[in-house]
C-alpha cells in the first residue's frame, strides 16, 4: 500500500512549482493522496471484521505517512500546521473501530444535532408552561432576543455522534490538550450541557491520543465528560466498539521508520517537540 501512495508522488515537487500558494499545493497532495487512498479501499473485500480492520489500520497509516511526507516537501510544516493535521490523521484511524465495529448495537449517529435545537426545545417547554399567562408572547419575545446570540457562537458539527445500545455518545478526538485549548474547552462545555439537556443519557467522552495534557482537561472531567488517554483511548474505543485496533497499531504503525530522514531530521530540529505527533501508540506494549 505505502509503495501505491509513493508512485502516486513521483515528480510532485516540480508539479508543485516555487510561486504557487501554499493551499494549491496542498490540495494537490491531498488529493492525490485521496485517490489511492479511495481506490485501496475498494480493493478491500472480506467477511473477516478483524481483517478488515487490520486493512484498514496499514491503508489509513500508509495514508498518513503519504500525506505527511509529500506535503512537507511542497511546503514545509510549521507547528500549528503539523499539530492539525496529525489531529486529524489520528481521528481517522480512531474511527476505524466505528467503520468495522463488531458490537452489534454500535452504529453512526445519522441525526443532525444543533445547538439551537436546545433553545427550541426550551422555548417550546416554556410556552407549555406560562402558555395561559396574560403576557406570554411577550415573555416568549424576551427570552428569545435573549438567547439569539448563542445560536452563532457554538459549532457542534466536529464532534462525532455515535449510539451505543440505543445511548448517544458523544466523542470528541484530540490527539493532545494544551495550554491554547481554552477556546475548545468552553466549546466542549457547552457541546456537553447541550447533548445532556436533549437527552440526560447522553455519554460524554473526550478520547486523547497524549497522556501530557492540562487543567483545561479536567475541569471539562468535572462538568460530566469522561478523559481518556494513551492507550486507554484504544481500550476505550474497543469497549464501545467490539474492534481493538492497539495491537495493530503496535505492529504496524513506525513513522520512523516510513518517513524519510529529511522530514524527520526536520521536525527533531524544532524546539517546540515537533517529533511527538509521531508516537500514536505512547507508550509501547
Same mark, same amino acid.
Given at each position: 500500500?505505502?509503495?501505491?501512495?509513493?508512485?502516486?508522488?513521483?515528480?510532485?515537487?516540480?508539479?508543485?512549482?516555487?510561486?504557487?500558494?501554499?493551499?494549491?499545493?496542498?490540495?494537490?497532495?491531498?488529493?492525490?493522496? +485521496? =485517490?489511492?487512498?479511495?481506490?485501496? *479501499? !475498494? %480493493?478491500? #473485500?472480506?467477511?473477516?471484521? @478483524?481483517?478488515?480492520?487490520?486493512?484498514?489500520?496499514?491503508?489509513?497509516?500508509?495514508?498518513?505517512?503519504?500525506?505527511?511526507?509529500?506535503?512537507?516537501?511542497?511546503?514545509?510544516?510549521?507547528?500549528?500546521?503539523?499539530?492539525?493535521?496529525?489531529?486529524?490523521?489520528?481521528?481517522?484511524?480512531?474511527?476505524?473501530?466505528?467503520?468495522? +465495529? =463488531?458490537?452489534?448495537?454500535?452504529? *453512526? !449517529? %445519522?441525526? #443532525?444535532?444543533?445547538?439551537? @435545537?436546545?433553545?427550541?426545545?426550551?422555548?417550546?417547554?416554556?410556552?407549555?408552561?406560562?402558555?395561559?399567562?396574560?403576557?406570554?408572547?411577550?415573555?416568549?419575545?424576551?427570552?428569545?432576543?435573549?438567547?439569539?446570540?448563542?445560536?452563532?457562537?457554538?459549532?457542534?458539527?466536529?464532534?462525532?455522534?455515535?449510539?451505543?445500545?440505543?445511548?448517544?455518545?458523544?466523542?470528541?478526538?484530540?490527539? !493532545?490538550?494544551?495550554?491554547?485549548?481554552?477556546?475548545?474547552?468552553?466549546?466542549?462545555?457547552?457541546?456537553?450541557?447541550?447533548?445532556?439537556?436533549?437527552?440526560?443519557?447522553?455519554?460524554?467522552?473526550?478520547?486523547?491520543?497524549?497522556?501530557?495534557?492540562?487543567?483545561?482537561?479536567?475541569?471539562?472531567?468535572?462538568?460530566?465528560?469522561?478523559?481518556?488517554?494513551?492507550?486507554?483511548?484504544?481500550?476505550?474505543?474497543?469497549?464501545?466498539?467490539?474492534?481493538?485496533?492497539?495491537?495493530?497499531?503496535?505492529?504496524?504503525?513506525?513513522?520512523?521508520?516510513?518517513?524519510?530522514?529529511?522530514?524527520?531530521?526536520?521536525?527533531?530540529?524544532?524546539?517546540?517537540?515537533?517529533?511527538?505527533?509521531?508516537?500514536?501508540?505512547?507508550?509501547?506494549?
Amino acid at each position: 500500500m505505502l509503495a501505491r501512495f509513493k508512485g502516486a508522488f513521483d515528480g510532485i515537487e516540480k508539479l508543485a512549482g516555487a510561486g504557487d500558494a501554499r493551499d494549491s499545493k496542498s490540495k494537490m497532495v491531498n488529493a492525490r493522496a +485521496a =485517490k489511492v487512498f479511495s481506490d485501496l *479501499k !475498494s %480493493e478491500i #473485500v472480506t467477511d473477516d471484521p @478483524d481483517f478488515k480492520a487490520r486493512l484498514m489500520v496499514i491503508l489509513v497509516y500508509c495514508y498518513a505517512v503519504a500525506i505527511l511526507e509529500y506535503r512537507h516537501r511542497v511546503w514545509p510544516y510549521n507547528l500549528m500546521d503539523l499539530s492539525r493535521r496529525i489531529g486529524e490523521l489520528w481521528e481517522g484511524m480512531c474511527l476505524i473501530a466505528w467503520t468495522c +465495529a =463488531k458490537h452489534p448495537g454500535c452504529a *453512526k !449517529s %445519522e441525526e #443532525v444535532f444543533q445547538f439551537a @435545537d436546545v433553545q427550541q426545545k426550551f422555548l417550546s417547554d416554556l410556552w407549555d408552561l406560562i402558555w395561559d399567562h396574560p403576557n406570554v408572547e411577550k415573555v416568549i419575545d424576551m427570552v428569545e432576543d435573549h438567547i439569539k446570540p448563542l445560536n452563532k457562537t457554538v459549532n457542534m458539527a466536529s464532534d462525532k455522534v455515535f449510539t451505543r445500545d440505543g445511548i448517544v455518545h458523544v466523542i470528541d478526538f484530540k490527539f !493532545s490538550f494544551n495550554s491554547n485549548e481554552k477556546g475548545n474547552r468552553d466549546r466542549l462545555s457547552l457541546v456537553g450541557w447541550a447533548h445532556k439537556k436533549r437527552d440526560p443519557r447522553t455519554e460524554l467522552l473526550i478520547a486523547v491520543c497524549r497522556q501530557e495534557n492540562n487543567q483545561y482537561l479536567e475541569t471539562l472531567r468535572e462538568e460530566g465528560w469522561q478523559i481518556v488517554t494513551g492507550r486507554a483511548t484504544y481500550e476505550k474505543i474497543g469497549e464501545l466498539t467490539g474492534t481493538y485496533i492497539q495491537p495493530y497499531l503496535d505492529e504496524i504503525v513506525d513513522f520512523r521508520s516510513d518517513l524519510s530522514d529529511e522530514f524527520l531530521a526536520y521536525i527533531d530540529s524544532h524546539a517546540d517537540r515537533m517529533g511527538c505527533f509521531l508516537d500514536w501508540q505512547v507508550v509501547r506494549a
